[in-house]
């Protein structure tokens, strides 16, 4: 497998299947931009395998040899090659991407979060772990700041998904916070956006929020192209979550979606940050 066929094929996937993040790398000279394309795909690859249709058993197979895989010379997978590529340049470490194996693992064990700690938890393994694989890409060793605003945006992913997540039967919404605030999975279950299920989202948005301001101290510390990208994606991630709030967090129907103006608007502010 040539290297450039093979960002070709990472950078085709990031368009098709991310594009709000697109949206986000396409501001990166070359080189990040190959080299953030082949961590998305990466990162697809654990999820697709941990959300797919396979036997758990053969999920938690295949994410093994995955992890293997990481060890060893790339052979012929396009994802592996160009990641393989982009970890010689830029100083990817092995231990986010084990770590994001390790929350696919995790998702064909555990279907329930009992509180924040543990979801957190979660979060940092799927999510943080992506803040620590592209924060060397960026430029930048500010591995904490990264983290953070990697779980800011997987809390925000978690608001929006709410009925996706229960078709594949996870609730991670933390289970005192569901009994705190009196909403039941059957309230989830019948798609009841109740009084107390606002009221429970908008405390899920407000802690996703001060973990996405937190995280976006990380700025301060990239150039202006770099700081363009991150300040894109969570721009995308903070408007939809907008957009979710002011639709009452009835997420039951799938997400919102931002039209392309809206979306050209976000980065357009993140270009004149």
Not at 148 to 161: E, F, K, P, S, Y
């Amino acid at each position: 497998m040539i290297v450039e066929e093979a960002y070709a094929e990472v950078e085709r996937l990031t368009r098709q299947r991310a594009r709000n993040f697109a949206y986000g790398i396409m501001l990166l000279p070359r080189p990040k931009r190959r080299a953030i394309a082949a961590i998305y795909a990466f990162a697809r690859r654990v999820d697709d395998i941990a959300d797919g249709s396979l036997p758990v058993g053969e999920k938690r197979d295949r994410l093994e040899e995955l992890r293997t895989q990481l060890s060893e010379p790339p052979g012929e997978d396009p994802m592996l090659v160009a990641l393989a590529d982009a970890r010689s340049h830029f100083p990817i470490p092995l231990g986010a991407l084990t770590a994001l194996i390790d929350g696919g693992v995790q998702d064909t064990e555990q279907t329930r979060y009992a509180d924040f700690e543990e979801l957190r938890g979660y979060c940092s393994r799927v999510a943080g772990a992506v803040g620590l694989a592209c924060v060397g890409v960026y430029g930048a060793d500010e591995p904490e700041r990264a983290e953070t605003l990697g779980i800011a945006l997987q809390l925000i992913n978690i608001i929006r998904d709410v009925a996706e997540d229960w078709g594949l039967g996870r609730v991670y919404l933390p289970q005192d916070e569901l009994e705190r605030y009196r909403v039941g999975e059957a309230d989830i279950s019948a798609g009841l956006a109740t009084p107390q299920w606002r009221e429970l989202m908008a405390f899920q948005a407000a802690r996703a929020r001060a973990h996405l301001a937190e995280g976006l101290t990380l700025l301060d510390h990239l150039d202006r192209r770099s700081g363009a990208c991150v300040g894109t994606f969570a721009g995308l991630y903070s408007s939809t979550l907008d957009r979710i709030e002011a639709d009452g967090f009835d997420v039951f129907d799938g997400p919102p979606s931002l039209s392309p103006v809206a979306k050209l608007r976000v980065v357009g502010a993140a270009l004149a940050r």
